[in-house]
């Protein structure tokens, strides 16, 4: 039996979460943070009900970052999936609030978006809980460096994926 087939035998949900992960530029350099549980990090969280990429990115780029931004876009027109059951079924890991979406998705579908930095508005950063620390701006190269490293722990093909759009932006 293959995979698809096995998903729908245990009632596993054929549906992704959208989400946007942010690269924010100024002067060629991106705008990160330190994520608690993975490290140098770009902003970016999931694409609510009723929202589209756009308005999910101004809000992330806000909540997570304290960022304004402008000229929004996709920066690839390919989106990775990152399939919960698959990782789990290798023996990988995911989040605990992921572990908690299981019951209603399959993973994530990743939308890369770039855009334009405009200025710093912290009135609402932080309010989910998941802000970035020690917000700054890095070079592709310093982004790239970090990222393979944290490939080598985390989701690899997904690491390369990511890498692949910042040598595009």
Same mark, same amino acid.
């Given at each position: 039996?293959?995979?698809?087939?096995?998903?729908? #035998?245990?009632?596993?949900?054929?549906?992704?979460?959208?989400?946007?992960?942010?690269? +924010?530029? $100024?002067?060629? $350099?991106?705008?990160?943070?330190? *994520?608690?549980?993975?490290?140098? *990090?770009?902003?970016?969280?999931?694409? #609510?009900?009723?929202?589209?990429?756009?308005?999910?990115?101004?809000?992330?780029?806000? #909540?997570?970052?304290?960022?304004?931004?402008?000229?929004?876009?996709?920066?690839?027109?390919?989106?990775?999936?990152?399939?919960?059951?698959?990782?789990?079924?290798e023996g990988?890991?995911?989040? $605990?609030? =992921?572990?908690?979406?299981?019951?209603?998705?399959?993973? +994530?579908? *990743? *939308?890369?978006?770039?855009?334009?930095?405009?200025?710093?508005?912290?009135?609402?950063?932080?309010?989910?809980?998941?802000?970035?620390?020690?917000i700054k701006?890095?070079?592709?190269?310093?982004?790239?460096?970090?990222? #393979?490293?944290?490939?080598?722990?985390? =989701?690899?093909?997904?690491?390369?994926?990511? +890498?692949?759009? +910042?040598?595009?932006?």
């Amino acid at each position: 039996m293959d995979y698809l087939a096995l998903l729908k #035998e245990a009632k596993i949900p054929n549906k992704w979460r959208p989400r946007v992960e942010l690269y +924010i530029l $100024k002067e060629g $350099k991106i705008l990160v943070g330190i *994520h608690p549980e993975i490290g140098l *990090h770009v902003p970016g969280g999931g694409v #609510e009900q009723g929202q589209n990429l756009i308005t999910a990115s101004k809000q992330e780029a806000l #909540e997570e970052a304290g960022a304004v931004i402008t000229n929004i876009k996709l920066a690839t027109k390919e989106n990775y999936y990152e399939d919960w059951y698959k990782i789990t079924g290798e023996g990988g890991e995911v989040t $605990k609030k =992921d572990r908690m979406r299981m019951k209603y998705f399959r993973g +994530i579908k *990743h *939308h890369y978006m770039k855009a334009d930095f405009v200025k710093f508005d912290k009135s609402i950063l932080g309010s989910e809980g998941d802000a970035l620390k020690r917000i700054k701006f890095v070079s592709k190269q310093e982004l790239i460096r970090a990222y #393979e490293k944290q490939g080598k722990v985390f =989701d690899p093909p997904q690491y390369a994926f990511r +890498i692949k759009v +910042i040598k595009s932006l």
